[in-house]
């Protein structure tokens, strides 16, 4: 189970439309002691930074209506937000090359597995400790 | 197993597992809930049974039209499957993945008969999915 030494909450942002497939994403990023918002398009995630929101880790959908999860993405790192973990979703197994262009460090096919959430949120953990050293 | 349900419930669950109506994922599904989250199980049945009316709602009014925007039923019907992968619900997702090949051909026909087999699978799912729900409920009272 992913922890933080440091004690401070991973800050997660969720961005999907599909409310089932945010729910229990939400219910396993609590897990890890996220704290989670969540978005239901990329316009209204990428209006939370331009809020001066902060996040440790985006994870994203692909498809949703007004703005896709690829637009957000490109919009996101198009505003100085380098920093942020982005990961894709989706249930479109070989979304990889366009979200990874689009900018994103790391693709998951929907269902995400409790196990590969785990790994990537121990990855955010440490970098957070690394930064704060 | 999720120590929060009842073995009752367990049971059904498992029976529609059996069938075939679901697969491993409503296992893990099961496995979230806990004493933090106590109804997550019952919530995201309801949200996906309430998406998926919807869902079928409005493919059912954008077939009903001559000039079919393949599209847009696409992208309804990708939603469907990516919710029934998420609970589980095989057939659903199943029936969703043929409904999208109909969509790429622009076949209004193929899409209007996967509809119909949609609309079986789901109602199907959705209808276990409620019985297990208010035996569920039936047995939380019956303990109190």
Partial sequence: ?133 | MAATMKLSTLGYAASMLSTGLLDEQFQKLLLLQNKSDPNFVAETITLFCEDGEHTIGELTKRLDKQCVNFDEVAAFVHKLEGGSASVGAKRVKNTCIQFLEFCKEKSRDGCLKTLDTLRVVFYEVSGKFKDMLQLEQQQAEATK
């Avoid at chain 1, 800050?11 to 994403?25: E, G, H, R, S, Y």
């Avoid at chain 1, 949703?64 to 999860?69: E, F, L, Q, T």
């Avoid at chain 1, 993405?73 to 262009?101: N, P, Q």
Wanted: aromatic share 4%.
């Fill in chain 1, 1 to 133: 189970m992913a922890s933080n030494a440091q004690g401070s909450p991973v800050k997660a942002l969720l961005v999907d439309d599909t409310a089932v497939d945010a729910l229990i994403l939400s219910t396993k990023l609590r897990k890890f002691h996220c704290e989670t918002t969540v978005a239901k398009t990329g316009k209204e995630a990428l209006d939370l930074f331009h809020e001066g929101k902060k996040f440790d880790i985006v994870l994203c959908d692909k498809d949703m209506p007004i703005m896709n999860g690829l637009e957000a993405v490109e919009k996101i790192r198009a505003m100085g937000e380098i920093d942020v973990k982005i990961v894709g979703l989706s249930a479109d197994y070989d979304a990889t090359e366009v979200f990874m262009s689009a900018g994103a460090d790391a693709f998951v096919p929907k269902p995400m597995k409790l196990d590969v959430l785990s790994a990537i949120i121990q990855e955010v953990i440490n970098k957070k400790n690394n930064t704060m050293v």
